[in-house]
């Protein structure tokens, strides 16, 4: 079930990714990536999230293919500096 006012995107993904992480895992780093980033970048990794999760699931060993899509539930993040 999405939650609009908790969830903030549906990610989809081949098992090659949770052969290696567990779903909590990648919100987790998900989540971690986005808070790492200054506000003027969000954006930017906001697009390329699917490829980080990617790389990370093939940096811990995921020996089977890993295919992510980020579908993000809300607009562009805007800087409110």
Do not use: Y
């Amino acid at each position: 079930t999405i939650e609009d006012d908790v969830d903030s995107f549906v990610l989809l993904a081949t098992d090659g990714l949770f052969d290696v992480m567990t779903s909590q895992e990648v919100v987790s780093f998900v989540h971690q990536v986005l808070d790492s980033t200054p506000t003027e970048h969000q954006d930017e990794s906001r697009r390329n999230i699917a490829k980080a999760v990617t790389e990370e699931a093939l940096r811990r060993g995921s020996g089977d293919n890993v295919t992510v899509l980020v579908i993000w539930l809300h607009g562009e993040v805007k800087d409110t500096t």
